[in-house]
């Protein structure tokens, strides 16, 4: 094991475990995505899928078990990738430890630029929303089992989908650069692909962005209501 480690000290160590553990919380970010839809198709809908997830491993686990499971390796895994960045971070800072008298940015991205900043965020709103729609600590009229009722009543005030909305922009664009950048670390990387890499991205991480967006904002404007 200790090989294991060696190697996760150095800088394509640590590029190494933020793609894979890029790759399970983006397949995370893009499932709970399409989930989420069938808040557009009522609160049966929606309240029916959040309760088969509940039933996942019956009946050779107890009901929501497994679902714990799930929240847990994806934090472990958010742990894990959240450590990588910030060390991978200071490693690059040790490397050249005085900065440039002036930067004129010619290949990064404004999202490569604020991945740090943005994944700060993100890991707040990651708190946050677990205490908002799924203990319900933070949450004004919170049901349990009650899906569609919790996001709409929670979705109500605008402070707090404001909040959702700023957290998903930060999102994308984290998204945007890591998506980019993920293909490029694992090899997949070239002038003929380079120019469709970018394009997926940017096409992934503006449907992510818009479809969650989308959700507070519709309560917002009344598209989504209580009832249905």
């Not at 959040?50 to 107890?62: D, Q, S, Y």
């Not at 490397?95 to 700060?120: D, E, F, H, L």
């Not at 917002?220 to 209501?225: D, E, I, P």
Request: include cysteine; proline fraction near 4%.
């Amino acid at each position: 094991m200790s090989w294991i480690v060696d190697f996760y000290r150095t800088a394509m160590g640590k590029k190494a475990v933020m793609a894979v553990t890029g790759i399970a919380l983006f397949g995370f970010v893009l499932g709970h995505l399409v989930g989420n839809l069938k808040l557009y198709m009522g609160p049966e809908h929606l309240d029916h899928y959040a309760e088969a997830l509940r039933e996942l491993g019956a009946p050779f686990f107890a009901r929501g078990q497994v679902l714990w499971i799930v929240r847990l390796g994806l934090l472990a895994a958010l742990a894990v990738h959240v450590h990588a960045a910030v060390t991978l971070t200071l490693l690059n800072r040790r490397a050249r430890p005085k900065s440039y008298v002036k930067t004129t940015p010619q290949a990064s991205t404004y999202a490569s630029r604020t991945m740090i900043w943005g994944g700060a965020v993100i890991a707040l709103f990651v708190v946050y929303h677990l205490l908002h729609f799924t203990t319900g600590d933070v949450h004004p009229d919170f049901e349990p089992g009650a899906v569609y009722h919790n996001v709409v009543t929670g979705f109500l005030n605008p402070w707090v989908s404001a909040f959702y909305v700023a957290a998903q922009i930060a999102l994308g664009f984290h998204l945007y650069h890591g998506l980019w950048s993920l293909f490029q670390t694992l090899g997949w990387n070239g002038p003929r692909v380079n120019v469709f890499r970018r394009r997926m991205a940017a096409v992934l991480a503006v449907v992510i962005c818009a479809g969650n967006v989308s959700f507070p904002i519709a309560v917002l404007t009344g598209a989504v209501r209580l009832g249905g």
